[in-house]
């Protein structure tokens, strides 16, 4: 008999075109909430100064972050760019690194970036209706490269934690941008490798 507490089921709405999920936490991140992530560290500050656009939404239904339990939430990432960077989330691996996640669009068209402990670097695409499985050991950031929101639903081991720092220190090992019109991977060359 495990010595978890009994909590009672229950249900979150989520609505597909604009992913709310209610009731849901929701948490706000704007440019200056990623500053020292950009390539274009001058076109960061100036768009910081000028309107210090919101980039995404995370909304979170409340389970307890404990083994056992699933946390899940929504995510909206908006359109955008800063300076040939589109828009992206700030990228996390789990404190728990062996714990797995799984992220499902339902609007909008992006990529889902990914690296393991190893230095592997890996990218699929998102679009409505792909489900992303996001196996254990691997740090995960998505990139929204549309004209609309990319919004998707991510499922996760209530105890995987969220460790954003080392992202942070070492960065990704490639950048996701647009150039001539079109979106392009480049080497990121301050990519420092994640061991
Ligand atoms: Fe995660």
Known sequence: ??????MKPFNVV??????????GKRVLRRVSDLKPLFYNQKAAEELIHHDDPLMYEVIYADVPEEGGHLGHC????YPGRVGEEFFFTKGHRHEKLETAEIYFCLQGTGKLLMESVEGEFEVLDMF????????????????NVGQEPLIFYCIFPGDAG???ATIERH????????????VQLIPNPYWKKNV
């Open 1 to 6: 008999m495990s010595v978890m507490k009994i």
């Open 74 to 77: 929504t995510t909206i990432l």
């Open 14 to 23: 989520i609505n597909f075109k604009t992913g709310e999920l209610s009731p």
């Open 171 to 182: 960065g990704f090992p490639q950048l996701v941008v647009e150039r001539n019109g079109k």
């Open 162 to 164: 969220h460790d954003y």
């Open 128 to 143: 409505p209706g792909s489900s992303s499985y996001i196996p254990p050991y691997w740090s995960h950031r998505t990139v």
